[in-house]
């Protein structure tokens, strides 16, 4: 009898160390994708077209200041001398936007083209770009959520100013997440931008933080800090480097409107309302109802006026 217990014992004990080790394995596997996603970006084909919407839209190659090349698609407004913009997205998206469950990540779907088709259709050009490590652009890691993506805004907006039929006075950037960092980066770097849309711009070191806290528990925090060291390893800067406060205070020449959903877990809305705050020449601060992160990103689907208003559309 004792010796069929401690068969018992010994079955359970290795069932156990079996459920551990392949739980302990999985979450291993999870946590090693995610730091390559955040080091690395997603390079891949864009999964939609202008096409699709039945838009015009010519392919665009761009070369930045470093040498990196960033390809994205130009949808032309039909009238003549008429104020563009830039949408940019966030990570680890590409110019299309971003399909749930593409990268095993918890996420939703979001559309960049249905506001660029409404953009286009109050008769703003509209150019939509993949950046570095994301999309059919180039690699160049590390990815910097806003800092060295900033080089690649500027780009695209010198290559807008010199196009026939838009008018250099009114260009705007749309930009998500990542998006919205390089687009305060951009728009504190030069005077060609001359509106910006943030929709929940977010500092990385505070995302991953919250990120690891949600996913993975007390665990994730510890995890999260580690992550935010490794782009050093690749020539870039720590994460908690990339600061947003100090930098939109330099943002001298673009009207900056910001949009952030009230309950995202993975940014942080009164950081947000501080950087509406310092932004010299703020438009507002416009709070969605919104209890995940992803909800906060379609404000601009449902109100793509939003960006034209500030650009006289």
Same mark, same amino acid.
């Given at each position: 009898?004792?010796?069929?217990?401690?068969?018992?014992?010994?079955?359970?004990?290795?069932?156990?160390?079996?459920?551990?080790?392949?739980?302990?394995?999985?979450?291993?596997?999870?946590?090693?994708?995610?730091?390559?996603? @955040?080091?690395?970006?997603? +390079?891949?084909?864009?999964?939609?077209?202008?096409?699709?919407?039945?838009?015009?839209?010519?392919?665009?190659?761009?070369?930045?200041?470093?040498?990196?090349?960033?390809?994205?698609?130009?949808?032309?407004?039909?009238?003549?001398?008429?104020?563009?913009?830039?949408?940019?997205?966030?990570?680890?998206?590409?110019?299309?936007?971003?399909?749930?469950?593409?990268?095993?990540?918890?996420?939703?779907?979001?559309?960049?083209?249905?506001?660029?088709?409404?953009?286009?259709?109050?008769?703003?050009?509209?150019?939509?770009?993949?950046?570095?490590?994301?999309?059919?652009?180039?690699?160049?890691? =590390?990815?910097?959520?806003?800092?060295?993506?900033?080089?690649?805004?500027?780009?695209?907006?010198?290559?807008?100013?010199?196009?026939?039929?838009?008018?250099?006075?009114?260009?705007?950037?749309?930009?998500?997440? @990542?998006?919205?960092?390089?687009?305060?980066?951009?728009?504190?770097?030069?005077?060609?931008?001359?509106?910006?849309?943030?929709?929940?711009?977010?500092?990385?070191?505070?995302?991953?933080? +919250?990120?690891?806290?949600?996913?993975?528990?007390?665990?994730?925090?510890?995890?999260?800090?580690?992550?935010? @060291?490794?782009?050093?390893?690749?020539?870039? =800067?720590?994460?908690?480097?990339?600061?947003?406060?100090?930098?939109?205070?330099?943002?001298?020449?673009?009207?900056?409107?910001?949009?952030?959903?009230?309950?995202?877990?993975?940014?942080?809305?009164?950081?947000?309302?501080?950087?509406?705050?310092?932004?010299?020449?703020?438009?507002?601060?416009?709070?969605?109802?919104?209890?995940?992160?992803?909800?906060?990103?379609?404000?601009?689907?449902?109100? =793509?006026?939003?960006?034209?208003?500030?650009?006289?559309?």
């Amino acid at each position: 009898m004792l010796d069929g217990l401690r068969r018992t014992v010994r079955g359970v004990l290795f069932a156990a160390g079996l459920a551990a080790g392949i739980w302990l394995g999985a979450l291993l596997g999870r946590v090693t994708y995610e730091t390559r996603l @955040m080091l690395l970006g997603a +390079r891949r084909r864009v999964h939609r077209t202008p096409a699709d919407l039945d838009l015009a839209a010519s392919d665009v190659v761009l070369r930045g200041e470093d040498g990196v090349t960033v390809r994205g698609w130009f949808i032309a407004a039909t009238a003549d001398h008429a104020p563009a913009v830039l949408i940019v997205h966030g990570w680890p998206w590409h110019r299309g936007g971003n399909r749930a469950g593409e990268l095993t990540l918890p996420d939703a779907d979001v559309d960049l083209l249905a506001p660029a088709a409404a953009l286009q259709r109050r008769g703003l050009h509209v150019l939509l770009i993949d950046l570095r490590n994301h999309g059919t652009s180039d690699a160049a890691p =590390p990815v910097t959520f806003g800092l060295r993506e900033s080089r690649d805004v500027l780009a695209a907006v010198g290559w807008l100013a010199q196009q026939p039929g838009v008018d250099a006075q009114r260009i705007g950037v749309l930009g998500y997440s @990542m998006g919205a960092n390089a687009a305060l980066y951009a728009a504190a770097a030069g005077e060609q931008i001359h509106a910006v849309v943030a929709v929940q711009p977010v500092e990385p070191a505070v995302f991953l933080q +919250r990120y690891g806290r949600e996913q993975y528990g007390a665990v994730g925090v510890v995890l999260a800090h580690i992550a935010g @060291m490794l782009p050093r390893m690749l020539g870039g =800067p720590a994460l908690g480097q990339i600061r947003l406060l100090p930098l939109v205070r330099q943002i001298r020449h673009a009207r900056v409107r910001y949009i952030q959903g009230d309950r995202d877990p993975w940014g942080d809305h009164r950081a947000v309302v501080e950087l509406e705050r310092a932004t010299p020449h703020a438009a507002g601060l416009i709070t969605v109802a919104a209890g995940d992160r992803y909800a906060g990103y379609q404000y601009p689907t449902h109100h =793509p006026e939003v960006i034209g208003e500030l650009l006289g559309r």
